[in-house]
Antibody
């Protein structure tokens, strides 16, 4: 089964840019999957951020769209998330996950990475 | 945006009890509903998709039902490993794709 692993800095300064990468193994990022990011503030629920397809097509949560950019690197078989102008409200565990074309649910998920926004 | 309201927020039960979790959508989402289980320090795990289909490896004590705006996740007889937080999620009317606020199933 496909496996996902997030990586990136665990600490970002306020007003800075959060950058994370999700490495995909046991599958190709060029297959018919949408590749997504979901976050979870400490002690709170899940929030969908955005997703990207192999063609580069993207879907964004309107509440975050102005600050979020997704990209994918087929040569490295990974996809990435950037969130600009971060504040303490962006402190969360960030998960990468995936859904197959036509499916409406996510499976599987990466283990998650905690990103703290603090000076 | 489709708002998913889960109830109750917390369910205090004993092993062997039956658990009934509710997820109500603010609009008709047909059967496009998934349930996830999340244990402390772990990523969510898919339990049910398309309202009533068990995900791979999920035991038959888990069942999902409902359509339209009202959905239910039932655990017929709780095992110790079932105590966790459960989230519902929809992707019919989007963006954004949305999650419910979660129901914590705790040991009584």
């Amino acid at each position: 089964q496909v496996q996902l692993q997030e990586s990136g800095p665990g600490l970002v300064k306020p007003s800075g840019t959060l950058s994370l990468t999700c490495a995909v193994s046991n599958d190709s990022i060029s297959n018919t999957n949408w590749w997504s990011w979901v976050r979870q503030p400490p002690g709170k629920g899940l929030e969908w951020i955005a997703e990207i397809y192999r063609s580069g097509s993207t879907n964004y949560n309107p509440s975050l769209k102005s600050r979020v950019t997704l990209s994918l690197d087929k040569s490295k078989n990974h996809f990435s998330l950037k969130v600009t102008s971060v504040t303490a409200a962006d402190t969360a565990v960030y998960y990468c996950t995936t859904r197959r074309w036509g499916d409406t649910y996510f499976d599987p998920w990466g283990q998650g990475i905690l990103v703290t926004v603090s000076s | 945006e489709v708002v998913l309201t889960q109830s109750p927020a917390t369910l205090s039960l004993s092993p062997g009890d039956r658990a009934t979790l509710s997820c109500r959508a603010s609009q008709d989402i047909i059967n496009s509903l998934a349930w996830y289980q999340q244990k402390p320090g772990q990523a969510p795990r898919l339990v049910i998709y398309d309202a009533s289909n068990r995900a791979t490896g999920i035991p038959p004590r888990f069942s999902g039902s409902g359509s339209g705006t009202d959905f239910t996740l039932t655990i017929s007889s709780l095992e110790p490993e079932d105590f966790a937080v459960y989230y519902c999620q929809q992707r019919t009317n989007w963006p954004p794709l949305t999650f419910g606020g979660g129901t914590k199933v705790e040991i009584k």
